[in-house]
């Protein structure tokens, strides 16, 4: 196995992680083989290793550098809105377009497959830091929310699982026909915000 400086670490790393992002998004997991990656940087495929425990491994480092921006991203959008409903609506939909838009996480979406052999891969360390970028903002948005008297009074957790489930719209796009898709999806969108921003008679 050869030896490689710091430095040499880092540039062969950042380069695994362009190739990676650009194969994996075009031709999924599996049918990018070690070779395919190791070719393009200049190293034999056990130096891959060196670097990553498997192709696995390696997606879900493209995830977890990727997934703050997306946050950023959205609730930036987010706090431009002033009214609750739309607040909510613009995290609906700037997240499924953030998830829509990302290939690597649309190739997920689109390849069962591959999904299942990443998931086998997840460490409890990629959860927790999903947990803490994914969940816990929304969740304590939801709670700001709620103590403000902006939301029904349920659970957070439901109130939280129901938006998440709502975005899984995206996976029928197909199904529901891509003319039509956008005047579903906004329908969706505005019931949901509708349903849990709904005053309680005794608020009204």
């Given at each position: 196995?050869?030896?490689?400086?710091?430095?040499?670490?880092?540039?062969?790393?950042?380069?695994?992680i362009v190739?990676?992002?650009?194969?994996?998004?075009?031709?999924?997991?599996?049918?990018?083989?070690l070779?395919?990656?190791?070719?393009?940087?200049?190293?034999?495929k056990?130096?891959f290793?060196?670097?990553f425990e498997?192709?696995?491994?390696?997606?879900l480092?493209?995830?977890?550098q990727?997934?703050?921006?997306?946050?950023?991203?959205?609730?930036?959008?987010?706090?431009?809105?002033?009214?609750?409903?739309?607040?909510?609506?613009?995290y609906?939909?700037?997240?499924t377009?953030?998830?829509?838009?990302n290939?690597?996480?649309?190739?997920?979406?689109?390849?069962?497959?591959?999904?299942?052999?990443?998931?086998?891969?997840?460490?409890p360390?990629?959860?927790?830091?999903?947990?803490?970028?994914?969940?816990l903002?929304?969740?304590?948005?939801?709670?700001?929310?709620?103590?403000?008297?902006?939301?029904?009074?349920?659970?957070s957790?439901?109130?939280?699982?129901?938006?998440?489930?709502?975005?899984?719209i995206?996976?029928?796009?197909k199904?529901?026909?891509i003319?039509?898709?956008?005047?579903?999806?906004?329908?969706?969108?505005?019931a949901?915000?509708?349903?849990?921003?709904?005053?309680?008679?005794?608020?009204?």
């Open positions: 196995m050869p030896q490689f400086s710091q430095t040499e670490k880092e540039k062969i790393n950042e380069q695994l190739i990676a992002k650009q194969l994996f998004s075009s031709k999924g997991i599996k049918k990018t083989s070779e395919d990656l190791t070719s393009v940087v200049g190293i034999a056990s130096s290793y060196v670097f498997s192709k696995e491994a390696l997606y480092e493209l995830l977890d990727e997934g703050p921006g997306i946050e950023e991203r959205v609730w930036e959008a987010v706090n431009q809105k002033s009214s609750i409903e739309d607040k909510i609506k613009t609906l939909h700037e997240m377009r953030e998830l829509d838009d290939p690597l996480m649309k190739r997920l979406q689109t390849h069962p497959d591959e999904l299942q052999s990443i998931a086998r891969k997840v460490t360390e990629f959860l927790q830091k999903k947990t803490e970028r994914n969940v903002p929304l969740l304590h948005f939801i709670n700001e929310q709620k103590e403000a008297g902006e939301l029904i009074d349920k659970d957790e439901v109130i939280l699982r129901l938006m998440r489930a709502a975005m899984t995206s996976l029928h796009k199904d529901i026909g003319d039509l898709y956008p005047k579903i999806q906004d329908m969706m969108f505005e949901v915000s509708s349903y849990i921003t709904k005053r309680k008679p005794q608020e009204e």
